[in-house]
């Protein structure tokens, strides 16, 4: 589990550390978006080869052992370890994924993803000595919610560390590979998967509307316990001041918003995956099933059970 203060410790059998100097300054990126107009990056350094992503990200080392920057460690890991990195971690920009002695002598295969909008997006790199093979221009997307929510749900379950958390997480991992792997075998994907567009100025640049950076936090976001402290925090602004904005710049309060894109959500898994009411409920941070149910019914006008019928009977 990528962290910002890592310890030798916390490693697993096979794993070792070693500490570097960050190298130069944390620089914002701004205006840059990829498919779905989502903002997938944070912040990069660029002299120290790191960056910082918005979304979930896995890394899996498919073969030879790799040297990985998380921060200021250099993680070195063989075939089967996977680095999970939880958003706004410091982790490595660009390959080659090799240090020291194997930069001139070594070789690793890595298989990336990292969450999307509505999947998870995937690909896979090579570095020999100095030389990386496989861009991430030659990536997968895989348009499916229950991937993409599962991922996270992954994530949060690492960053909190409750008790039998292990387990939990080994569960996670494999249920996401088991819908990774039912994905391809019905071919659906697409390939190549969204471009990164890093010149391309955003559609939408920072004059944008208060109302479109609030709404895109909370829809990124909506799996999670959010409170309007975190997402005014993420605006830099305090309670008082982001309050002010809803009423001055939306027609709607800030529970209202995040309740709107719930349902929305829950109206897509609904239709598009085999989750329960329950399942749906947890992944999306409903106070309880029985919440989730009563506030569909009320939004939608029916239950989440009828609306799946219905939606069945269109297709």
């Known amino acids: 589990m990528a962290r910002t203060a890592m310890r030798s410790a916390d490693l697993p059998d096979g794993v070792t550390m070693t500490r570097r100097k960050i190298k130069g300054k944390r620089v914002v990126i701004k205006n840059k978006r990829t498919y779905g107009n989502q903002r997938l990056y944070v912040a990069e350094w660029p002299e ?77 790199s090579r570095s020999i000595n100095e030389r990386f093979i496989n861009e991430f221009s030659d990536n997968y997307l895989i348009p499916n919610i229950a991937a993409m929510q599962t991922l996270h749900l992954l994530m949060d379950e690492a960053t909190v560390g409750k008790a039998h958390s292990e387990f939990v997480i080994g569960g996670f991992i494999a249920a996401f590979f088991a819908i990774i792997a039912r994905e391809i075998g019905t071919s659906n994907y697409m390939h190549p998967g969204p471009k ?109 059970i009828e609306y799946r019928r219905k939606n069945a009977r269109k297709n």
Not at 69 to 93: E, Y
């Open 48 to 124: 120290a080869n790191l960056q910082e992503l918005a979304v979930p990200k896995i890394a899996c080392i498919v073969s030879g052992v790799a040297d990985y920057l998380v921060g200021d460690a250099c993680v070195s890991c063989g075939p089967g370890t996977f680095i999970l990195m939880p958003p706004f971690i410091p982790h490595q920009c660009h390959a080659p994924n090799l240090q020291g002695e194997r930069l001139r002598n070594g070789s690793c295969g890595l298989l990336h993803a990292l969450a999307h909008k509505h999947g998870v997006l995937f690909w896979y």
């Open 196 to 304: 990164e567009n890093l010149s391309a100025p955003s559609q939408l640049a920072d004059n944008r509307k208060f109302s479109e950076h609030v709404r895109e936090y909370v829809e990124m976001n909506c799996h999670r316990p959010l409170r309007l402290e975190t997402v005014a925090a993420h605006m830099y602004m305090s309670r008082a001041q982001f309050s002010r904005r809803m009423k001055q710049e939306t027609s709607i309060t800030f529970v209202e918003l995040l309740t709107q894109i719930r349902i929305k959500q829950a109206s897509e898994m609904l239709r598009e995956t085999n989750l329960t009411s329950t399942a749906i409920a947890t992944s999306l941070s409903f106070r309880s099933s029985t919440h989730f149910q009563s506030l569909f019914r009320s939004r939608v006008g029916c239950t989440p």
